[in-house]
């Protein structure tokens, strides 16, 4: 092979190799479009509805951000954004979840871990929480394994539309 066609190669390899690994692998802007929740006997639960939103991020240095939440929350009626009442603040709460972090992948097995920095459920910080993922087409696909949520053992699928 020749030096032109050797440099030629490598050009072409850094001019698609960044979009191609966007396209396997979770690297990207991703918007939730649906989160359910299934038990082993196969019953499924939307725990924030139907109505879903959300954005996670991966980025390319390692970092990861998630939140997803019930669209259409209400407001605090005294209109303070700290300040609700501890139904409202409890009804923000549970209809809200985030979390920042690093992330690892293993292609081999399909699998993303999420190194917890910070969360907003508290007993999450500093844990790994492991998710297969799958990529088809636009989508994305985040499993749990199954785990105690909600006070019952089910694991969780959010379905994931990249934006960016």
């Not at 993303?112 to 508290?122: D, K």
């Not at 985040?142 to 990249?162: A, C, I, N, V």
Request: glycine fraction near 8%; charge should be positive; hydrophobic fraction near 40%.
């Amino acid at each position: 092979m020749t030096k032109t066609a050797i440099a030629t190669l490598l050009i072409l390899i850094a001019a698609v190799t960044p979009a191609a690994v966007q396209r396997e692998s979770p690297l990207g802007t991703w918007r939730l479009v649906s989160y359910h929740t299934e038990t082993p006997a196969g019953i499924k639960t939307f725990p924030l509805g139907e109505d879903v939103d959300g954005i996670a991020m991966y980025l390319p240095n390692g970092r990861v951000s998630i939140q997803f939440m019930r669209k259409n929350r209400p407001l605090f009626k005294s209109g303070d954004a700290w300040r609700g009442t501890p139904a409202e603040e409890s009804a923000a709460f549970e209809g809200f979840f985030a979390y920042t972090g690093r992330y690892t992948i293993d292609a081999a097995s399909s699998r993303v871990t999420h190194h917890i920095e910070i969360c907003s459920a508290p007993n999450y910080v500093g844990m790994d929480l492991e998710r297969t993922f799958s990529i088809a087409g636009n989508r994305l696909t985040l499993r749990t394994p199954q785990r105690q949520l909600g006070g019952q053992t089910s694991s969780s699928t959010l379905t994931w539309e990249r934006i960016d």
